[in-house]
């Protein structure tokens, strides 16, 4: 006797919540992408380790060191503010000018900083995409199925724990 009915089609009627996940998961686990590797592998694939964070640090730091001038743009903002303020006239505006752009030099830099390595995780990652041929929706659906498979996985090891301590 089997348990496919006429149609070709398994019969699915007796399924289990738990054998359902499992069939899930196992499903999931069968849709590759790129060289064979499957969502949740191309996700881990994706993080940074310490390791790469901290290459990632060290050439920060060394880009950093050819931009150096933070002392010296906080030297100029302030004698240039005390200039404004100290002078009137047209010496005050440039003044002003001055300790305006000396300032917003400041910040700009410290944007710099949050995006470098922002853009340094999301270039990565993108880069796993665009080297495995995934495009941006195939992108979504491997992040949308990754997750799925790992909410999965917590469930199937409540089921198989729950299996261990005998408590069904």
């Known amino acids: 006797m089997t348990d496919t009915p006429s149609g070709g089609e398994p019969d699915l009627s007796n399924l289990t919540v738990e054998q359902a996940i499992r069939l899930k998961h196992k499903i999931a686990k069968s849709i590759t992408y790129g060289p064979g590797l499957n969502s949740r592998q191309i996700l881990d694939l994706q993080k940074l380790d310490r390791e790469k964070w901290a290459k990632v640090r060290r050439d920060y730091d060394e880009w950093h060191k050819s931009t150096k001038m933070q002392l010296f743009l906080l030297a100029v903002a302030i004698v240039s503010a005390f200039g404004a303020y100290r002078y009137k006239g047209w010496v005050s505006i440039i003044a002003f000018l001055i300790a305006f ?53 917590m469930v199937i090891e409540g089921f198989d724990k729950r299996r261990q301590t005998g408590t069904e």
């Open 101 to 153: 752009y000396s300032v917003g030099a400041l910040f700009k830099r410290d944007g710099h900083r949050e995006g470098y390595f922002e853009g340094y995780e999301a270039g990565y990652e993108e880069g796993i995409f665009h080297s495995f041929g995934i495009d941006d929706n195939e992108a979504t659906e491997v992040h949308k199925m990754a997750v799925d498979m790992e909410i999965d996985e």
